[in-house]
């Protein structure tokens, strides 16, 4: 039975909740949950508009280099359909580690990131792949692109050649068509073939030069030119000129 200082007290209190002057206890001490994932980029072609296919390429990769550990990136990865393709832990509730050197595609230059996520994708074809991001709290960032595979260069094209009185240096341009041109196998006609290795450390996706010096005799020359990358070897390129008879 309150007293009447009990009272009055408990009349204050109620005066005071009701003019939303004092929180209960219950209220007080009510978090609201955690239900923000990791604001992470996740689209590997955003110069394409959603909705399209990513162009060919042989890795599908998102990275930031810059990652605030308030945004409570966990986990993040690539997967296709319920398949995990690449997963990488970044905070097991121990602290964020960051990713740390990584070369992105098409660069020559590695650089310190926070955070990178990528696949290689081994062959042509259309992939579907998710990217996602978890936090601790299990809430999941996603998104799904359609990503193009890479395939075999195209065929070897718009040659050019300067011509020597003994050797002639021989040019070209070709479609990488999503995997870098690591080699080309070069034929001067009744003569054994060769390969002209590349010189670029990040080569293009797309279309990127070639070039050889080859011995050259009077009359007519024919240069066939095949170009690889990861997935095969091209159709042959041909080339025909002629050095003067002196």
Known sequence: ???????????????????????PASAATTEEPDTVPPQVRLDPCPEVPLGEACSRREVAAVWQERVDPAEGLAVAGVRVGDT??????????????????WLPPQNDVVSDYDYVTETWLQGPGRY????????????????TRAVQGPDVPDRPHHFRVGQGRRFAQVTWWVDARGSGISHHVVQLKGQEP????TSQIAPS???????????VRPGRNVVRVRSVNLV???????????????
């Open 84 to 101: 995990v393709l690449s997963e990488r832990v970044y905070d097991d509730g121990t602290g964020f580690t960051p990713y740390g050197y």
């Open 194 to 197: 060769f390969e002209e290795r």
């Open 1 to 23: 039975m309150l007293g009447p200082l009990g009272t009055a007290l408990t009349a204050v209190a109620a005066s005071l909740l009701g003019a939303g002057l004092l929180v």
């Open 205 to 215: 996706y797309g279309l990127q030069p070639g070039g050889t010096v080859v011995p």
């Open 232 to 246: 095969g070897e091209s159709a042959p390129g041909r080339f025909v000129f002629r050095v003067p008879r002196r």
């Open 128 to 143: 579907e792949l998710t990217f996602y991001a978890r936090d601790l709290a299990g809430n999941e960032a996603t998104l």
